[in-house]
């Protein structure tokens, strides 16, 4: 799964390395390094950022070929941001252990970052783990009040973890102002708040993955995310409250309306 570089082509346009944090969760990523071992498009190379796991997730990684650091600082702020500051591939997908992608994945995150004034994309998905009827207008009930929720917070396209990628030159510019020592934080919308309105996010519908749903079972689990969305959200908006960020985004949009012009 490593040290092959896909040839250039239609669908290669750029180099893909993924990432995927783990913590004790070895049945979930070898299902995960599974389907990345059937890509029609290789990855590069797959980066999984062992968080310390007392199972054999860093076992399970090894045997499909990934490249394994070891994070013993917890939190998956820290480990994602290790993980994308070890990956050389030129654009940085990222999954979670659970996450399931599809076959044509990787190729159509390099498709979608073949465009160059694309500084990250994010994607969609399904609940595998619900009965049959539920799994995806459930996840569209949660993921549209997501996006929702978060564009009005960030003032642009927030990007989701378990189906997402960011260009590698775009991580290097923001990875010092990411907030990777705070395990309370939720990493990806961090990473959007770093982003900030001036980069361009764009939602990619074709980049569907399967995801657990137990994040959302029980009550203390939906407390821990809320918990930690608006530590998130306290956290960046005192480094830029939402009125700045989309008087930002405006002013932007009318000086290209005005050069364009």
């Given at each position: 799964?490593?040290?092959?570089?896909?040839?250039?082509?239609?669908?290669?346009?750029?180099?893909?390395s993924v990432v995927i944090?783990?913590?004790?969760?070895?049945?979930?990523?070898?299902?995960?390094?599974?389907?990345?071992?059937?890509?029609?498009?290789?990855?590069?190379?797959?980066?999984?950022?062992?968080?310390?796991?007392?199972?054999?997730?860093?076992?399970?990684?090894?045997?499909?070929?990934?490249?394994?650091?070891?994070?013993?600082?917890?939190?998956?702020?820290?480990?994602?941001?290790?993980?994308?500051?070890?990956?050389?591939?030129?654009?940085?997908?990222?999954?979670?252990?659970?996450?399931?992608?599809?076959?044509?994945?990787?190729?159509?995150?390099?498709?979608?970052?073949?465009?160059?004034?694309?500084?990250?994309?994010?994607?969609?998905?399904?609940?595998?783990?619900?009965?049959w009827p539920l799994r995806?207008?459930?996840?569209?009930?949660?993921?549209?009040?997501?996006?929702?929720?978060?564009?009005?917070?960030?003032?642009?396209?927030?990007?989701?973890?378990?189906?997402?990628?960011?260009?590698?030159?775009?991580?290097?510019?923001?990875?010092?102002?990411?907030?990777?020592?705070?395990?309370?934080?939720?990493?990806?919308?961090?990473?959007?708040?770093?982003?900030?309105?001036?980069?361009?996010?764009?939602?990619?519908?074709?980049?569907?993955?399967?995801?657990?749903?137990?994040?959302?079972?029980?009550?203390?689990?939906?407390?821990?995310?809320?918990?930690?969305?608006?530590?998130?959200?306290?956290?960046?908006?005192?480094?830029?409250?939402?009125?700045?960020?989309?008087?930002?985004?405006?002013?932007?949009?009318?000086?290209?309306?005005?050069?364009?012009?």
């Amino acid at each position: 799964m490593t040290g092959h570089r896909p040839a250039r082509g239609p669908q290669a346009a750029v180099t893909v390395s993924v990432v995927i944090p783990v913590l004790d969760d070895a049945v979930a990523l070898r299902r995960c390094l599974e389907l990345l071992s059937r890509q029609s498009l290789a990855p590069l190379e797959v980066v999984v950022v062992d968080n310390g796991s007392s199972d054999d997730s860093a076992q399970v990684a090894r045997d499909f070929g990934a490249v394994v650091v070891h994070e013993p600082r917890r939190g998956i702020p820290m480990a994602a941001a290790v993980g994308y500051d070890a990956a050389s591939g030129e654009v940085i997908a990222r999954l979670d252990a659970d996450s399931r992608p599809p076959r044509h994945w990787v190729a159509r995150v390099a498709r979608a970052m073949s465009e160059e004034s694309r500084d990250a994309v994010t994607g969609t998905g399904w609940f595998y783990d619900l009965p049959w009827p539920l799994r995806r207008p459930v996840a569209w009930i949660y993921l549209g009040a997501y996006y929702a929720l978060c564009h009005l917070a960030l003032g642009h396209t927030a990007v989701w973890g378990s189906s997402m990628a960011v260009r590698r030159t775009t991580w290097q510019a923001v990875s010092a102002q990411v907030h990777r020592e705070d395990p309370e934080l939720h990493d990806d919308l961090d990473l959007a708040f770093v982003l900030g309105p001036t980069r361009r996010i764009v939602l990619d519908p074709t980049l569907g993955v399967g995801v657990s749903a137990r994040s959302l079972r029980g009550g203390a689990q939906l407390r821990r995310r809320l918990v930690r969305a608006l530590r998130t959200l306290r956290v960046n908006w005192a480094v830029q409250p939402p009125w700045l960020r989309w008087t930002e985004r405006l002013e932007r949009a009318l000086s290209r309306r005005g050069s364009a012009g």
